[in-house]
């Protein structure tokens, strides 16, 4: 009997579990975010440009690398999102609105630290630059993304990852067979 009123150590429900388990996952989507940042900025290379009346303008071979920027960033993005995503759908598959809400919260996160780290050590804006500068001064271009559309990159990707996971991998529970006819 008084074996019957204690529980094992196994037997109890650990209530910080999924709370851990969100901060690690939001943790995860930080260091991927920060990651894919870093990869974005070292696959990118400057566009030049010239100042013209106190205007910066890509030059002919700068206009080619104004938009791989942007591209880069989706690009990287995506394939940082779709682990991320199925990671997450892995840690948390009992739970899936609470997983389907950390992988939206997380994957926003991850998008802004992406951009915020890739700027890091970039060329400055060469707008202002340009205002002081003199007409044929040359100037690389900074890194930025255009558009907000490019910023939904790694929530695709990661929503993409955990939607296999959850219709592909997730336990179902067993379907009671029926008998012909019943229901009648």
Known sequence: MPGELTTRPSDRVDATSPVREAVLLLALFAAGGAVAGLVWHWLWSPPSGVVLDGVWYPDAAGLTEVFPATGLYVLVG???GLPLGVTSGLVLARRP???LALVVVGSALAAW???VVGQVGAPPDPQPLA???ANGTTLPGTLAVSGWS????IPIGALAGLC???ICVSPRPPVAPTAVGDGG
Do not use: C, S
Not at 150 to 153: K, N
């Open 113 to 115: 630290l992406m951009l």
């Open 164 to 166: 296999t996971i959850l």
């Open 78 to 80: 995506v394939v940082t």
């Open 131 to 133: 205002a002081r500068a």
């Open 97 to 99: 609105l609470v997983t």
């Open 150 to 153: 490019p910023f939904v990159a």
